[in-house]
């Protein structure tokens, strides 16, 4: 049976498992929690232990954002938590975490931090980091996963966790989507159906964006293995395609391609939202490198994240897909 507890010291005095894996949320939890805590469970073992960690945040909530909106669920969250596996659920109070009011030293997110979210919300990965880093000290985990969903938080985590030398391991957990590919979010219920239905183009934006990466890698592929020589035309005319349309070089080399390419067709999918009734109202669209948030250019390989944030009504959403351009694909 999942125990809920409210303090830290009824979290101390209760002992720990062999390997302790804790999973961090702002409750409201979902099947994309879920997936997390059964994650945690694996990675704990069966004489390990599974903590979720249940707190609203006040310090990553800016100015006219959503804190008092945000859903606050727990009798739910802990049966979820407990169908999931988890030994306990961790739901302290604001004077619990933050005793004598706000705190007077926070950690700072740096330049990475500033970007894309941190530049739509300042000041939120800031208050981010410095709620993980006590959650981390108050539950001394092994292991803490989080969800790719939040790929700059994810990436922001890791950071800290290596240049403050936590020696905790981080896990990063594939998104989780509903059968129409939107994001699981807690903030999805604030959605009416018309709504939702706007809300579907974050998903296919990002889905355009990676099909048309992948046509550009195997065009680039075909053009590497075949070599460009009269025997590369008579191969492709073997395969049943015709000469001129069958060119991958020539394809290659005249298609938007790269990164622009991989924008453009995302982008295009969030313009014909922007039109729809309610409409889509993009944040922003970008193809990032990983390590720091930074936007790639055309000439980049490796790995990429094609991220997208924007507002349905009074609803702010985020999603994100992770890609890999050049040789390493």
Excluded: C, W
Excluded at 293 to 313: P, Y
Aim: aromatic residues 4%; without cysteine.
């Amino acid at each position: 049976m999942t125990v809920l507890l409210r303090t830290s010291g009824d979290l101390h005095a209760r002992g720990r498992g062999e390997r302790r894996a804790v999973v961090m949320t702002m409750g409201a939890l979902h099947e994309g929690h879920a997936t997390l805590i059964r994650a945690a469970r694996e990675i704990a073992g069966p004489g390990g232990d599974v903590v979720v960690t249940v707190f609203v945040n006040p310090l990553q909530f800016g100015a006219g954002e959503d804190l008092d909106r945000y859903p606050r669920t727990l009798d739910s969250d802990v049966k979820i938590a407990e169908q999931a596996g988890a030994d306990a659920v961790f739901a302290p109070s604001v004077d619990e975490v933050y005793p004598g009011g706000e705190p007077q030293v926070r950690l700072s997110a740096g330049p990475m931090g500033g970007r894309l979210e941190g530049a739509t919300r300042p000041g939120h990965f800031d208050g981010m980091l410095t709620v993980v880093a006590k959650l981390l000290h108050l539950t001394r985990p092994d292991t803490a996963l989080f969800g790719q969903k939040d790929a700059q938080q994810l990436a922001l985590i890791r950071r800290m966790v290596r240049d403050l030398n936590f020696g905790i391991e981080i896990v990063g957990v594939p998104t989780v989507r509903e059968e129409d590919g939107l994001a699981l979010s807690s903030r999805n219920r604030f959605l009416s159906p018309q709504e939702r239905r706007t809300a579907l183009a974050l998903s296919q934006a990002l889905f355009a964006g990676r099909d048309r990466h992948a046509a550009q890698e195997a065009l680039r592929a075909r053009a590497r293995e075949v070599p460009a020589t009269r025997a590369r035309a008579e191969a492709l005319s073997a395969i049943g395609e015709s000469r001129a349309a069958a060119d991958a070089h020539a394809v290659a080399k005249a298609a938007p391609g790269g990164p622009s390419g991989v924008r453009a067709a995302a982008r295009l999918i969030l313009d014909e939202a922007a039109r729809l009734k309610p409409p889509l109202a993009l944040d922003y669209l970008a193809l990032v490198d990983p390590s720091d948030f930074t936007a790639i250019q055309d000439d980049f390989t490796g790995e990429a994240v094609l991220a997208v944030a924007a507002r349905v009504g009074t609803t702010r959403l985020i999603d994100n897909l992770p890609l890999t351009f050049g040789a390493a694909s």
